[in-house]
């Protein structure tokens, strides 16, 4: 196989597998809720208080502590979920979304770094680049998590093997109890 034709095959798989990853979980209610209560109610929890004072707040009031709730928030989800795809993948030895876990971990740090950096000058993009970036850490553990079977619903006989009542395989004939 050529270089070409390889990269376009990895170029081809990870489309496909981030478009299965991204799909596959809507169909897990276990994991529907863990998402909506774990990851976006308590993991969020700060960004929510912060979002309530400001509510409470006289009109105008200032969104400097919905940032830093936001800025402290997406990048510590965004390395733990970056270290977590790491360590899956490479115990399954995927490459390329061991990869894409490096490269995430690096954008993930440089958008902080910006967004810090740049508040003082543009306010409402960084702001929004911060919604961005949490919006898009949420969607990186949904990928990464979605296929873990922690949030999968399990049929009940699934420890037993399947229905104890079907007939057995095999012979048992000249065995002694």
């Known amino acids: 196989m050529r270089d070409d034709e390889r990269e376009a095959g990895d170029w081809s798989y990870l489309r496909r597998e981030i478009k299965r990853r991204t799909v596959q979980p809507f169909s897990s209610i276990p994991f529907l809720i863990y998402v909506l209560v774990a990851i976006i109610g308590l993991g969020c929890l700060g960004i929510w208080v912060e979002l309530i004072k400001l509510a409470l707040q006289t009109p105008g009031g200032s969104h400097g502590a919905v940032l830093t709730a936001l800025c402290t928030f997406f990048p510590a989800l965004i390395g733990s979920t970056a270290f977590q795809l790491i360590l899956g993948a490479t115990g399954k030895s995927d490459k390329i979304f061991v990869s894409i876990g490096y490269l995430v971990l690096i954008l993930g740090l440089g958008a902080v770094i910006l967004i810090t950096l740049f508040n003082g000058l543009l306010p409402n993009k960084t702001f929004w680049a911060a919604v961005a970036f949490s919006a898009g850490a949420v969607w990186l553990w949904w990928i990464t998590n979605g296929d873990d079977p922690t949030y999968k619903s399990t049929p009940v006989d699934a420890a037993s093997g399947g229905d104890p009542n ?10 002694k109890e």
């Open 166 to 175: 079907r007939k057995l395989k095999g012979n048992t004939q000249g065995y």
